[in-house]
């Protein structure tokens, strides 16, 4: 599950810099080439959306990868204490 979101992750991110890069050229076609504000708008609204979706893509596969890596610590911590909690257990066992 790790490894898939990771590569995801890699593939989003990949995605958000060619939308960006594709939004600064579509921005840029569209102020050379519209004719009023209106296009203006509507080239510039494109621009925005070719960069800011993948960019949100991106954050929610990079938070659910935040949250599988706080599980995966979260229960390395349980077995810590567990193995804390016998060894405790045998040293007061042992008079010690």
């Not at 991110?13 to 594709?22: E, K, N, P, Q």
């Not at 102020?31 to 993948?54: D, E």
């Not at 229960?75 to 060894?87: D, H, M, P």
Request: glycine content about 8%; aromatic content about 4%.
């Amino acid at each position: 599950m790790k490894g898939l979101l990771t590569f995801l992750h890699v593939v989003c991110v990949i995605a958000t810099l060619l939308g960006a890069a594709g939004a600064g050229v579509q921005l840029i076609d569209t102020f050379n080439h519209a004719v009023s504000a209106p296009q203006q708008g509507a080239g510039a609204a494109m621009a925005l959306a070719m960069c800011v979706i993948p960019y949100v893509i991106m954050r929610c596969f990079s938070t659910s990868l935040a949250a599988v890596e706080a599980a995966d610590a979260s229960q390395t911590r349980e077995e810590q204490l567990a193995i804390l909690k016998q060894l405790v257990a045998r040293n007061q066992g042992s008079g010690l």
